[in-house]
């Protein structure tokens, strides 16, 4: 079972869940207020959105919810979480991935396809991955800015870095690897309608842990 | 300030005078002031309700006409689809950003009243031209508003159009149209009902912001001292609108709820006035139980403050608990703010003091209705073409014209608008339409808003029509069947000139035009006194769409497809300079859209696309068909080598506009299939898809675009523009 963390504010939440289901996945919700995650979760996932309304900073204030503290045991127990967007915002505010989201270079919202390579293929989520995805950005503040030199960063936007990314850093990870945060969206790349499937195979690695 | 209060507040002597014979007794002061709202132009539409009678409204799929918050049709399957488009042009001209934001806001409430889940948003936009600082000043906060609300509460910004032009200098259009998806049996509407059932105001707290938004901010012309009317510009919380929108949904889907309005425009007093006449019952309100911003509020205030992000529910006292723990759990105040009663009168208590109690009848179906002035304009002149020189370089021209602001790619803009968030976007902003799939179903639905502003201004009735056409053959191109509309009619002061004539001319030349493709107007909206001293806008009767297309993956786009595929154009309209934006005026007599071709060349691209014969359609508007070729050349990063018929002047077939006109792609062998799908309708092959230049012969005259310096000027114009 895939646990779908759902936040006042959170937006792709319905998106991932259809994700994970379209590659042969169970996927959950998992409420904010809540201090266990659903019985039998297998891995997390933080979905895009603007929790609590962006306020103070985006992910500051879901980043202190009551269920965060489960999902912090899941992850310093091994377990997979996978942050998207917001939640890629949310994971860096609870200090379980590296590094802060700025606002974009361009100060506005910045909403259309980009072509990430794959730089780090030792994660349990990039292991079976082709070396670059067509994936939507969708974001106000994906400006990745941290330490190059001590951080996984496991996806990039190569040289075009549309937001103004350290390293044109798109997705970074923990260490150990089974952390991994990212503002582009796979959920919008999940069917040939949409575009691109190349979002699948990161739901693909969830479905398998 | 010695005038009267009702004059003050925007009523007439005459409708002062009215009301004593409605009540039995002169107004209290918060009775006056809720008779001012809800018998303003805005909320009553007491200049233009006579004349919106004659929209078709019916069709075998219409689940709910014009009269709720939203109209909805089935679109089988047991789902219906709500619509509507709604102005927030005032606002907008006082304070851009929260003006645009709000405008979304309300659009979305509206479509959520039904129980509706909002999945598309669409912006239909006017500004004055963007060398003046104020238009780009408006322009830009505008879009960030729309933005940032739409981003925020997760429902795609898929589509819309914008057009810069200095008839809009001092009266900007901010119109947004909102799409939803319902269970046809599960829709809610707003009308009360059962003694002893509860009011139930969930969301925001009420403040003073937004008071007499109706009156003061829609209802009258602007002016020098705009800025003493800001505090009437209301305020946004998207995040509270987004829990607004789950927990309402929740609440609709476990059957919690007996009826559902939003609160908009005259806030509280249009809310439950309409949902009591509705109904045929009576709501007694406790103000003391509204939950305030702040302290101190007086009765009147509490009554039509326009803060935004609340509705109002309907429950029954059996469920109460249940809808309070819901809204609790989605961290929203609710709270019982009054009952339904058999008298059928609107009362309110403040203090404990009655402070209002009045027929709820009298302020919405007793509202006044004036016949307006019907002056016909002068008779367009028709175009001296030899007064309008040749261009000596066709060549560079055409670049010229893809390079103004009104034909450049909107990318700028739609770039910062969340179009894709919800995982349905099948065809992104940039095309005809914007294609959406239906969740859960093989369907979608194609989305458009038009407006043939400049036609309308010289021939409101053709110009009606055309802008009825612009939308339908929008929507076919993408393979979807036009299903059904909703207006938003921006005009100027009814009461002056000839504007009331222009007003009832553009609605039957609408009509005339839906009832020839069978399309239903199911919602719909009216913004009058858009003009200032100095000028009024073009009549602007924007048309929002909804196409249905059987297979959302045999969708049809823009952009060229193969190298070899034959370029074919469908529809016998005449190209003409008049009214063109490569004249960039309203002038000439444009031609009136033919009923009978238009509704048949929209038939045939929908056929053609349902059997799959076509790679790509784009139809001929804004710049004419030199400017159709571009785009779709560009979107398809292929050019192509075009003959097109002569006869006339090369600028004139080259940037000539007159509607009736697809230009299609498709395989040399589909070719049979593409002629046998367009029956009756002209095909004519003009050329084939290839190379990297965009080449058209007229009369032996060859004029060539190189696709890269095309891009360059198609794709930065507007960045520059408003740097």
Not at chain 2, 224 to 242: C, G, L, M, N, W
Not at chain 2, 297 to 307: C, D, F, H, N
Not at chain 2, 413 to 429: E, K
Not at chain 2, 625 to 645: K, N, R
Request: proline fraction near 6%.
């Amino acid at each position: 079972m895939i646990a779908v963390v759902r936040f006042p504010g959170s937006l792709d939440h319905d998106s991932a869940i259809r994700a994970v289901q379209a590659v042969g996945g169970q996927a959950t919700y998992a409420w904010h207020a809540d201090t266990e995650l659903p019985a039998g979760t297998r891995a997390v996932v933080l979905p895009g959105g603007f929790s609590y309304g962006d306020h103070l900073r985006p992910g500051a204030i879901a980043s202190r919810s009551p269920i965060m503290a489960p999902v912090r045991r899941h992850a310093d127990a091994g377990g997979l979480v996978l942050g998207i967007c917001n939640g890629f915002q949310v994971l860096c505010e609870a200090g379980l991935l590296p590094g802060v989201l700025r606002t974009n270079q361009s100060t506005s919202f910045v909403c259309r396809q980009v072509e990430l390579e794959v730089v780090d293929r030792h994660t349990p989520f990039t292991r079976e991955l082709g070396g670059s995805l067509s994936i939507p950005i969708k974001n106000h503040d994906g400006a990745w800015f941290g330490d190059p030199a001590t951080t996984r960063i496991v996806l990039s936007y190569g040289a075009e870095n549309p937001l103004g990314a350290v390293a044109s850093a798109a997705g970074v990870a923990n260490a150990a690897g089974n952390v991994l945060g990212l503002m582009p969206h796979p959920e919008e790349a999940t069917d040939p309608l949409l575009g691109s499937t190349d979002g699948l195979g990161l739901f693909a690695a969830l479905v398998r842990a | 300030m010695s005038a009267p209060l009702h004059r003050q507040l925007g009523l007439s002597d005459e409708e002062f005078a009215a009301i004593p014979g409605l009540i039995g007794r002169p107004p209290t002061d918060p009775e006056l002031v809720m008779f001012s709202l809800m018998w303003s132009e805005h909320c009553s539409y007491k200049h233009s309700r006579s004349l919106l009678r004659r929209f078709p409204t019916t069709g075998p799929h219409v689940l709910q006409g014009p009269g709720e918050n939203a109209g909805a049709v089935d679109v089988g399957d047991g789902w219906a689809i709500a619509l509507k488009v709604e102005s927030h042009n005032h606002p907008s001209a006082v304070e851009p950003f929260e003006g645009a934001a709000t405008g979304v806001g309300g659009i979305v409430r509206d479509i959520l009243a039904l129980g509706a889940r909002p999945i598309a948003l669409l912006d239909s936009l006017r500004f004055g031209t963007l060398d003046s600082p104020r238009s780009r000043h408006l322009f830009t906060r505008a879009v960030a508003g729309i933005g940032h609300y739409g981003n925020c509460i997760g429902v795609p910004t898929v589509g819309g159009e914008v057009v810069f032009d200095d008839r809009y200098e001092d009266s900007c259009l901010v119109n947004a149209m909102c799409v939803g998806l319902v269970p046809a049996d599960g829709m809610l509407r707003a009308a009360a009902f059962g003694e002893g059932n509860l009011l139930v105001l969930i969301g925001n707290r009420t403040g003073r912001d937004g008071i007499g938004g109706a009156s003061v901010l829609a209802s009258a012309e602007l002016s020098a001292d705009d800025d003493s009317k800001r505090p009437s510009v209301q305020v946004s919380d998207p995040f509270t609108e987004r829990k607004l929108i789950d927990c309402c949904l929740e609440l609709a889907g476990g059957g919690l709820l007996l009826a559902l309005q939003d609160l908009g425009a005259a806030g509280l007093t249009s809310a439950a006035s309409e949902m009591a006449a509705k109904g045929g019952v009576g709501l007694e309100i406790d103000l003391d139980r509204v939950h305030l911003r702040e302290e101190g509020m007086a009765a009147a205030e509490i009554l039509v403050s326009e803060s935004q992000e609340r509705m109002l529910g309907l429950v029954d006292p059996a469920n109460l608990d249940a809808v309070l723990a819901m809204c609790a759990r989605w961290e929203l105040d609710a709270n019982v703010i009054g009952t339904v009663t058999g008298t059928g009168n609107f009362t309110a208590r403040h203090h404990g003091e009655i402070v209002v109690d009045i027929p709820a009848s009298a302020l919405t179906d007793d509202a006044p209705s004036y016949a307006v002035p019907r002056d016909p304009a002068p008779a367009p002149v028709a175009l001296d073409l030899d007064a309008v020189p040749v261009p000596g370089d066709l060549a560079n021209a055409w670049l010229a014209l893809l390079g103004r602001p009104n034909i450049a790619s909107k990318r700028w803009i739609y770039q910062q608008y969340d179009h894709l968030v919800g995982a349905n976007t099948v065809r992104r902003p940039g095309g005809d339409a914007a294609v959406i799939r239906i969740p859960g179903m093989s369907r979608a639905l194609a989305v458009t808003t038009d407006c043939a502003e400049r036609h309308c201004e010289l021939d409101p009735r053709g110009g009606g029509r055309a802008s009825v056409f612009e939308a339908a053959r929008n929507i076919a191109c993408t393979g979807g069947l036009p299903y059904a509309a909703s207006d938003c009619l921006n005009f100027a002061n009814p009461e002056k000139g000839s504007t009331g004539w222009r007003l009832a001319e553009a609605i039957e030349g609408m009509s005339e035009a839906l009832e020839a493709i069978s399309v239903p107007v199911v919602s719909g909206n009216v913004s009058l006194y858009n003009e200032s001293p100095e000028r009024a806008i073009y009549p602007t009767p924007v048309i929002g769409m909804v196409g249905l297309l059987e297979d959302a993956a045999a969708s049809v786009g823009h952009a060229y497809g193969a190298e070899g595929d034959l370029v074919v154009l469908l529809g016998g309209g005449l190209p003409r300079l008049d009214a063109s934006e490569w004249l960039g005026t309203a002038s000439g007599s444009p031609a009136r859209p033919d009923l009978g071709r238009e509704a048949a060349l929209v038939s045939a691209m929908v056929t053609a696309a349902r059997r799959g014969v076509v790679t790509s359609a784009h139809d001929v508007s804004d710049g004419g068909i030199a400017v159709t070729l571009a785009e779709s050349a560009l979107a398809g990063g292929i050019g192509c080598t075009v003959t097109l018929p002569g006869g006339r002047r090369a600028d004139e077939v080259l940037f000539g506009e007159s509607g009736e006109r697809i230009v299609v792609t498709c395989r040399p062998e589909a070719l049979a299939a593409l002629r046998e799908s367009a029956g009756d309708v002209p095909v004519a092959v003009i050329g084939a898809v290839g190379g990297d230049t965009v080449e058209v012969s007229v009369d032996g005259m060859s004029v060539r675009l190189e696709l890269e310096r095309a891009r360059d000027v198609y794709e930065t114009t507007l960045t520059k523009a408003i740097a």
